[in-house]
């Protein structure tokens, strides 16, 4: 049986949508990727707003890894916990990319509960808000959210939220010159996720053939791939088509398999690693196999850095383009590093204590 856990699979089904499961966690990146970003900038500045106390800013909340895998997801748990003086303040957070927004929009779980058949404004929590092309911010309640706020539907969300009114929001932000170096890493940021990530889209255009030509499902799913090129083409499709393939178990086999290859140009890396992303997803783990997943990202790493050029640029070959082959080397690191986070959080599973079990 393939596990997963319930906040993910929720997380899944509401917020997938049309995108895979790999396309998924890169958008759940930005966001988490802006709110480490932030992290110390509101840690500061809650000294600021209350001298003279011991406060402390921790990640909370299901993209408190930056991966957003397992053990992320949907949770109600809120973006960041405060300490102030020993007392718990929770803070979510949001931002602004663009300037002309008319509407200004909050969830409406995050706003308010229902109680006794009424509705009210959660208490003890507080809104983080960042405009960023005016390097602004605003630190406000649900209450005035909801006070100032009217419910509408967001199509972007697929649902109501309170939203409230241009004219309304700007006039609360307060300028704040730090929030510059702020704003600018979390675009250099996502600039890089943004850029090894559009080799999913190149893929796509060069498959693109492939994929439309996809007209026997079930055939595909028993077939079997004669090398790396072939095995990388049916995982991307099937990935696409939201399948599997048959005896998922041997697949996932044979992808570490083809991480032992002596000689690995980067994009024959990027397709090894994507096929064991995609495939560890979809399957159950035993302990052995963990193990040698563990050896199959050492030896993936290890050529990936050796591949580095000290220049900024990673290159394979000397007849290669060193910034596909950067795009190539930068999009197998992101996808090993979520490897290595899940082996801790799978590692925890495995005590010897209990009976091995599969995740």
Not at 31 to 58: D, F, M
Not at 125 to 154: C, S
Not at 310 to 318: A, W
Request: glycine share 4%; net charge positive; hydrophobic share 40%.
């Amino acid at each position: 049986m393939n596990y997963q856990d319930a906040r993910e699979i929720y997380a899944q089904s509401s917020d997938i949508k049309s995108r895979t499961y790999l396309e998924y966690r890169k958008d759940m990146k930005r966001k988490a990727i802006a709110e480490l970003e932030v992290l110390p900038w509101l840690e500061e500045k809650l000294r600021e707003l209350n001298p003279n106390k011991q406060i402390t800013v921790r990640k909370s909340g299901g993209d408190r890894f930056l991966w957003f895998l397992r053990k992320g997801g949907i949770t109600r748990e809120p973006d960041f916990i405060a300490e102030i003086d020993g007392q718990i303040v929770e803070f979510e957070f949001q931002y602004a990319d663009k300037e002309d927004l008319k509407f200004y929009d909050f969830k409406i779980s995050k706003i308010v509960k229902r109680k006794h058949h009424t509705v009210k404004p959660i208490e003890g929590k507080f809104f983080i808000y960042i405009h960023k092309p005016l390097l602004k911010y605003a630190i406000i309640t649900p209450k005035w959210i909801m006070e100032n706020g009217i419910r509408g539907f967001v199509e972007a969300w697929r649902s109501e939220a309170f939203r409230v009114p241009k004219e309304k929001f700007e006039e609360i932000l307060l300028p704040d010159k730090k929030l510059e170096k702020v704003c600018y890493m979390i675009d250099v940021k996502n600039f890089i996720l943004e850029f090894q990530h559009q080799l999913i889209d190149i893929l796509k255009q060069k498959l693109s053939k492939l994929l439309q030509s996809v007209i026997d499902q079930e055939k595909i799913l028993k077939m079997i791939p004669r090398d790396l090129e072939s095995f990388f083409e049916i995982c991307f499709i099937l990935d696409n088509l939201n399948k599997i393939p048959e005896n998922i178990q041997t697949w996932f086999l044979k992808a570490l398999s083809y991480s032992t290859k002596e000689s690995h140009s980067l994009e024959n890396v990027a397709k090894i690693v994507y096929c064991l992303d995609f495939l560890y997803s979809k399957i159950t783990l035993q302990q052995y196999e963990l193990s040698q997943l563990i050896k199959s990202i050492e030896l993936l790493l290890k050529k990936v850095n050796g591949f580095y050029k000290g220049d900024g640029f990673y290159s394979s070959s000397s007849y290669s383009n060193p910034i596909e082959e950067t795009r190539y080397a930068l999009f197998s690191i992101n996808l090993l590093e979520d490897l290595i986070q899940r082996y801790f959080v799978l590692l925890s599973k495995f005590s010897p204590r209990r009976k091995s079990r599969a995740y």
